[in-house]
């Protein structure tokens, strides 16, 4: 797989006051669903609006295939954590899928197509005529998610993008994000602070310190690539992938950096086994 984003020694400081960010490093894949878990305001945020170009760094680079962030790239879209604030309530359904697409050279009759081929690819068929408060805080979201996938990013970043609904929309909004990203190749960075979601959904995980953010671990989700929110959340190895993750963010800085040295050594001599099981 070929590298569709590059942080390289990333910093960020607001004013003269201490680092949110300090010297981040880390690649993602094309088509790759990695996951940033840390604890509740340790820069994840920053890091990414960072990314996405929207936040100058104080020091280091952003590349989105190959290319330098500096503003925000075109292809590139972002689902926030608060639907209720980026969705218009006077446009319709449609139209706030079709928003971003009037800055493109699509016509409005291939504006209209790209959203409606974006809301059934989220199950929203027929709700295009709707208004965002006639709907459902986890139909908004999807209305959210669908108005990124419209603009067909090479890189989609989501900020806890599912922490403001129930439990069970959660579970349904996961399983949706999976199912939509293996369909389409998508290569997604998602940023959250709840540990059973990062490992449910990522292909990787990397575990931020507390502030200022610094990588503790880079995790490899080793889970098969058709998971249920039963099944696999009941698998020794979801159980064993979690509890990892909760040690390297509760425990000591020196502890979660000793069990990350473990955890990659495990990993490495596992390696070998598993690529003989497979063929």
Request: proline letters at 5%.
């Amino acid at each position: 797989m070929s590298t569709m984003l590059e942080v390289s020694g990333l910093t960020h400081r607001y004013g003269s006051g201490d680092a949110a960010v300090d010297d981040l490093s880390f690649t993602v894949e094309s088509g790759q669903l990695a996951c940033i878990v840390g604890p509740s305001g340790c820069g994840k945020s920053t890091l990414l609006r960072a990314i996405a170009g929207l936040l100058p760094p104080t020091s280091g680079t952003v590349s989105l295939h190959g290319d330098r962030v500096t503003t925000v790239p075109d292809d590139l879209a972002v689902v926030f954590q608060d639907y209720s604030r980026s969705l218009f309530p006077w446009l319709t359904v449609a139209k706030n899928v079709e928003f971003p697409l009037r800055w493109t050279k699509l016509d409005k009759p291939a504006r209209r197509r790209r959203a409606t081929e974006a809301l059934t690819a989220v199950g929203l068929s027929g709700v295009e005529g709707k208004f965002p408060w006639q709907l459902s805080g986890g139909m908004q979201q999807r209305v959210s998610i669908a108005r990124a996938l419209a603009s067909r990013p090479v890189l989609l970043l989501m900020d806890e993008p599912f922490a403001s609904v129930d439990a069970q929309t959660r579970f349904d909004l996961e399983d949706l994000l999976r199912r939509v990203q293996s369909e389409q190749g998508t290569t997604v960075l998602l940023v959250t602070h709840d540990i059973d979601e990062s490992v449910y959904l990522g292909d990787r995980v990397l575990v931020l310190s507390k502030s200022p953010a610094r990588i503790v671990a880079d995790l490899p989700v080793d889970l098969p690539a058709q998971r249920d929110q039963i099944t696999t959340r009941e698998s020794a190895r979801f159980v064993s992938l979690r509890g990892e993750v909760a040690r390297l963010l509760h425990g000591p800085a020196s502890q979660a950096a000793a069990d990350a040295a473990e955890w990659d050594a495990a990993a490495a001599s596992e390696a070998p086994a598993v690529e003989n099981a497979k063929s």
